[in-house]
């Protein structure tokens, strides 16, 4: 890069021309439960929905209007309630949830804004109390932004904010990029009970926006996995407005490539967060897998070694039970030599050509699952194509979130 690329603990506030806000409206008993993100002119859109074939209505409202307009100038979330399973009454009252936030922000045409929701599914939207929440917001702009309040809203059994920022330069112009992500439990690509939304005060066309964004997602987001299930109201929402752009960029620009590497450094980010907040969870797992026949073998491997509650909990339990990833392995149904592989973990050998480790007391492999930041390595030694996944360990929480949820 011409200049170095600058991380900010910060998050939204730092994107110019952007205003977002986060309140109390009631929909949830205490903290946080709508936010605003507003842009002083409508800015190039590109977004990432769930593939569950059993999608909210938000999702449902905000792809069409993506299609129709390619830009967005207000984005509305709210937190407690899903809209998912509503029916016929959830698409009308995700259609007035947009209606309520353009007028408030006085954007004539209510295709421009985009709506997400995360929560209880079935359950129908208190539009009363996110009437109040819109006006609330509203009070506060445009002299009180607040990323933090904005990020605390999105949340629902996340137990920490996920906020990242980047400063660098595209032709020679500093620019900002930012994102908030939620995302605890029911984390599985593509993507899951997730949603982001990150912001740039760069000038990119919406065609390429959508490439870079789609190309972010690949090696962050859909990389992840807590429980192998996906929801029903994932959505990662990128907006361009240009404010800081000389002249909007495309693809084919010499500096693209930049963008694209602060893009997926913060997609990254908030991915990991997401894998480390996993409901119960007490350890960030990365899972490896190298010297596979393709990617597509790998990604195989690397996901059922992720998913696998044997484990997962062996991890939790701090059992250095390595029989439990080699037969996740075997069962994950590409063709294996079991006599090949090595597994390490945080760089200690565990497996050697398919055998426990004789340089190692069970003892001393104990000592290294007990770390809070785990990578298993997993060598198939069959070729030269690798990938990885981020998930973390299942412990008697995460039970205990998911049988009471509702």
Known sequence: MEKEMIQHSGGL????????RGVHCGIKKSNNDLAIIFSEIPAAAAAVFTTNRVYAAPVELTRMNLEKNHHFQLVVVNSGVANACTGLRG????????????????????????????G???????????????????????????SIDTARAIMTTDTFLKEKAVTFF????????AGIAKGSGMIKPNMATMLGFILTDAAIDPKSLQKALKSAVDVSFNRVTVDGDTSTNDMVLLLANGKKGKTVMSEMHPDFFIFQEALNRICQDLAKDIARDGEGATKFINVIVQKAKSESEARIVAFTVAESPLVKTAMFGEDPNWGRIMAAVGRSGISIQPEKINIA?????????????????????????????????????????????????????????????S
Request: include cysteine.
């Open 91 to 118: 698409m009308n009252d995700a259609l007035l949830m947009s209606q309520m936030a353009a007028r408030e922000f006085n954007i004539e045409d209510p295709s421009l804004v985009a709506v997400a929701s995360t």
């Open 13 to 20: 506030d730092i994107v110019e021309g952007f205003f977002t």
């Open 120 to 146: 209880v599914i079935g359950d129908f939207l208190p539009l009363n109390k996110i009437e109040i929440g819109i006006k609330k917001v509203r009070e506060f702009y445009p002299h009180h932004p607040s």
């Open 170 to 177: 595209l032709d020679n112009q500093e620019v900002h990029l």
């Open 345 to 405: 973990i945080n760089g200690v050998p565990f497996v050697e050509k398919g055998m426990g480790t004789q340089k190692m007391t069970r003892s001393e492999l104990r000592s290294v699952v007990q770390n809070k930041e785990l990578e298993i390595l997993i060598d198939l030694g069959l070729g030269d194509a690798s990938f990885n996944v981020w998930t973390c360990d299942f412990s008697y929480d995460y039970v205990k979130i998911n049988s009471h949820y």
